[in-house]
């Protein structure tokens, strides 16, 4: 896992893959759904989501060129706990919390880190 980047690697039948929560990622679910991904994410955590949901935003984060129906075929066999682990990695890795547990900086999603002196 390479959090200091956001990106977080996972294997399949021995096939590589990367995810990232980066700002074209929440973009593309966002244009793709016309739901918010932070809506989102709060749904899934209510324990009101459904698959499709699911399958959207881990369609939006694998990177690569990956059709929705490959992106389902994968999470079959991940599972959804997998499924769910990596999504929550990837929200950790871009969201981090004040503390800088991800990428090592003393600040909150939104605000500007104080120069290095």
Known sequence: MNTRRGVISFESDGVP????LST???VKY???TGE???DAF???QEGNGDIKRLR???WCIVQGDHSKAAIGDLMDDLS????GRIIGETTTAAFPDSKGEADGA??????????AT
Do not use: H
Not at 17 to 20: G, K, L, M, N
């Open 80 to 83: 959804v706990n997998e499924v």
């Open 36 to 38: 918010n991904i932070l």
């Open 56 to 58: 959207d935003i881990f």
């Open 24 to 26: 074209n990622a929440m």
């Open 30 to 32: 966002q244009d793709e």
């Open 17 to 20: 893959y990367s995810a990232r």
């Open 106 to 115: 003393e600040s909150k999603p939104g605000k500007k880190s104080k120069p």
């Open 42 to 44: 709060k749904v899934l």
